[in-house]
């Protein structure tokens, strides 16, 4: 079946610019995790959400991020005024709920880059 | 703060050979455990998971848990130049739906 996809593969943007990163998770995924990676780093956690409502968003850096999924499945991921450290590889995953798997599955990445 | 902590590397391993990599968790409360592969320029992808005490084995790859150490393991037997990526630990801890990644391991296996 198919996997979790991301649009833009990549984006260039200039600071102060507005822009949304899109994920569709795998179907029937209830879970769906919004991560940023950097050079040589680990993914870094942002949002997770269960369903439509964000049940964790304490790893958004600061009010410049928010992240929606509607209608819980598509999820999109908004940067207000970005900043050159915002650049980075912005990764989706989606999860099977319940029980005590939380296997991730991730998409191929945003790359973006703040001029 | 929960910690997941692995040598950057690289790991340098001759084809053939078996490579282990290593990863340290901070919170004993820690349920599940994976591991992931991510090739240069690419997303991480899933390769095993382990939710109990001792080993795992999926074809050439082999996980090792121990709770009371506080370590995961990623044992790959034979290995292959294509297996030269970096190697994501990541951790549950305290049964938090929000894995911790560690930094990840580079392993080159070189021909």
């Known amino acids: 079946g198919a996997g979790v996809s991301q649009t833009p593969s990549n984006k260039v943007t200039e600071k102060g610019k507005y822009v949304e990163l899109r994920c569709d998770p795998i179907?029937?995924?209830?879970?769906l995790y919004w991560y940023r990676q950097s050079l040589g780093q680990g993914p870094e956690f942002l949002i997770y959400f269960q369903g439509t409502g964000a049940a964790d968003d304490s790893g958004l850096p600061n009010d410049r991020f928010f992240a929606v999924r509607p209608e819980g499945s598509v999820s999109t991921l908004k940067i207000q005024r970005t900043e050159r450290g915002d650049s980075a590889v912005y990764l989706c995953a989606s999860s099977p709920s319940g029980g005590s798997s939380y296997e991730q599955y991730f998409g191929p990445g945003t790359r973006l880059t703040v001029t | 703060q929960k910690e997941v902590e692995q040598n950057s590397g690289p790991l340098s391993v001759p084809e053939g050979a078996i490579a282990s990599l290593n990863c340290t968790y901070s919170?004993?409360?820690?349920?599940?455990f994976f591991w992931y592969r991510q090739y240069s320029g690419k997303s991480p992808e899933l390769i095993m998971s382990i939710y109990s005490n001792g080993d795992k084995e999926d074809g050439r790859f082999t996980a090792q848990l121990n709770k009371a150490s506080q370590y995961v393991s990623l044992l790959i037997r034979d290995s292959q130049p294509s297996d030269s990526a970096t190697y994501l630990c990541a951790v549950n801890q305290g049964g938090s739906y929000i894995p911790t990644f560690g930094r990840g391991t580079s392993l080159i296996v070189h021909p």
């Open positions: 179907s029937g995924h209830t879970a």
């Open positions: 919170d004993r409360v820690s349920q599940s």
